[in-house]
């Protein structure tokens, strides 16, 4: 059979759904088990909305919308344009189950695998660069439940799959389009350990000016990176829940203030200078001050990117920062640009000429100069560095910030919840924003209810000058959410 990836796309269905007879059909046990799988696939399909891939690749529980069925259908799919694969997973327990089906629709399309095993998803998707690779694929819900799994891509820039790259798998998987080699034309796996690479990396883009006391709460996660380097930089490191464990036991896999109190009680409690938390596949960052204060996402972003860009350079955001960031680097002559909510979109506006850096408040952090994936990793050295410069909590005092409130509501449908909300919005308001869900702009404040990529959930986010107009604006937000899950539910 002779292979398509180099020339134009020839897309094939597997031998035996659509070339074979009766006959050959019911003497052809294998045939049975691909109708099956295909089966199952188109199953999943139908059920997740809208489209298999969120904002951050395919997520869901594991067993109802993400199966081993659907993983080998996204290797055959991404095995017709790859010659060579990396492939990595962060420690849930489905993890090893999904990867080897991935694996195995990418050899039988006849694509080379490189296995990573179990690594922090930035180290992933860094490693398709380093191993001069078409593609990388993570394994991961990132900070989703322990009962949740999923499916990245990766670019060999280290950006993920944008919106054409994902449409263009959805639609083989949908179509049956794939190109399986012949028996003796099947991919190879190798194994290969970047964690060091990583590590080495983060050590030569980073200088730490005196020697600093740092706890790491990896979370239970894949990020132990993170320790090495800082390790190496000079910093006496002292790590929580460091143990991979895919069932999450020290902490829930999101690195919130809720979720980190005994990572802020410990800083705040020792001489640490600073505490730093992850997920569970790393790619997000979190930090506490030495007095135990656990930053909001928007002040980091705020110190991030005043650090990172110049004067007359942007800084990429999401439609969620705080008017708390803009102001702070404003000062500098550094302006901001608004993408949707995901750190695909922040990257992709991270590539662009003028734009020094990108993050997002929930943890994800982008220098574009060094690679366009979200890297805690990177994010933890960086924020390091200025704690040995400035402590955190001076630098806290210098950001201007503004009462904010965000919030999320479990809904059954979100699309018709969020379209019952646009309705009514369109002929209430007059400044409205639909880059990413629907911003209000008030005098006072503004608010923004957008539906989750990855999650059946509404998420609300307010805010105002004061917590008066605060606590007005949330309420107008939450209304407008009640009255049309009232409407459609």
């Known amino acids: 059979m002779q292979n398509s990836k180099k020339g134009a796309f020839t897309a094939r269905s597997a031998p035996g759904l659509s070339c074979c007879s009766k006959r050959e059909t019911r003497s052809n046990p294998s045939y049975l088990i691909i109708l099956q799988s295909t089966l199952r696939v188109l199953f999943v399909l139908a059920h997740l909305v809208p489209g298999m891939f969120g904002t951050s690749g395919i997520r869901g529980p594991v067993g109802e919308e993400v199966t081993a069925a659907l993983a080998l259908s996204v290797g055959r799919a991404l095995g017709v344009e790859t010659d060579r694969v990396v492939v990595g997973r962060d420690p849930r327990e489905s993890g090893e189950t999904l990867q080897d089906a991935l694996t195995a629709g990418l050899r039988e399309s006849g694509t080379d695998v490189v296995d990573l095993g179990v690594a922090a998803t930035p180290t992933i998707a860094r490693s398709v660069a380093w191993e001069n690779a078409d593609a990388g694929v993570a394994i991961t819900a990132s900070h989703n439940p322990p009962e949740d799994n999923g499916i990245k891509l990766w670019q060999p820039s280290g950006q993920a799959f944008d919106e054409p790259?994902?449409?263009?798998?959805?639609?083989?998987?949908?179509?049956?389009?794939?190109?399986?080699?012949?028996?003796?034309?099947?991919?190879?796996?190798?194994?290969?350990?970047?964690?060091?690479?990583?590590?080495?990396?983060?050590?030569?883009?980073?200088?730490?000016?005196?020697?600093?006391?740092?706890?790491?709460?990896?979370?239970?996660?894949?990020?132990?990176?993170?320790?090495?380097?800082?390790?190496?930089?000079?910093?006496?490191?002292?790590?929580?829940?460091?143990?991979?464990?895919?069932?999450?036991?020290?902490?829930?896999s999101e690195p919130t203030a809720d979720n980190c109190q005994s990572l802020a009680a410990l800083v705040g409690s020792t001489d640490a200078d600073l505490g730093i938390a992850h997920d569970g596949d790393a790619d997000r960052m979190r930090a506490a001050t030495a007095d135990g204060e656990f930053l909001s996402g928007d002040v980091i972003l705020a110190l991030l990117g005043r650090e990172a860009a110049s004067a007359g350079e942007q800084v990429a955001v999401p439609v969620d920062t705080s008017l708390a960031v803009e102001d702070h680097l404003a000062e500098a002559d550094i302006e901001t640009t608004r993408t949707p909510v995901g750190d695909v979109y922040v990257a992709e506006a991270a590539s662009e000429s003028g734009v020094a850096f990108g993050g997002e408040p929930s943890g994800a952090w982008i220098w574009p100069e060094e690679t366009l994936c979200p890297d805690g990793p990177l994010a933890a050295c960086k924020l390091a560095a200025l704690a040995s410069q400035i402590p955190l909590a001076d630098r806290q005092a210098a950001v201007k910030q503004?009462?904010?409130?965000?919030?999320?509501?479990?809904?059954?449908?979100?699309?018709?919840?969020?379209?019952?909300?646009?309705?009514?919005?369109?002929s209430e308001y007059d400044d409205v924003s639909t880059l990413d869900g629907i911003r209000v702009d008030l005098a006072a404040g503004w608010f923004l209810l957008r539906a989750s990529g990855t999650q059946p959930l509404v998420r609300v986010t307010a805010e105002a000058r004061t917590e008066d107009e605060l606590a007005e604006t949330y309420e107008r937000a939450k209304g407008l959410l009640t009255e049309a899950r009232a409407t459609v539910e």
């Open 402 to 426: 503004y009462p904010i409130r965000r919030d999320s509501v479990e809904v059954d449908d979100k699309a018709a919840v969020m379209a019952a909300i646009s309705d009514r919005v369109e």
């Open 165 to 252: 790259r994902r449409e263009r798998i959805t639609a083989r998987i949908e179509n049956e389009e794939i190109d399986l080699a012949s028996w003796d034309e099947f991919g190879s796996k190798t194994t290969a350990d970047h964690t060091s690479s990583h590590r080495e990396t983060l050590v030569d883009a980073v200088e730490i000016e005196k020697p600093l006391s740092v706890v790491v709460d990896v979370g239970n996660g894949s990020g132990g990176v993170t320790a090495e380097a800082l390790d190496e930089l000079g910093c006496d490191v002292e790590t929580l829940n460091a143990q991979e464990d895919g069932s999450f036991p020290g902490r829930p």
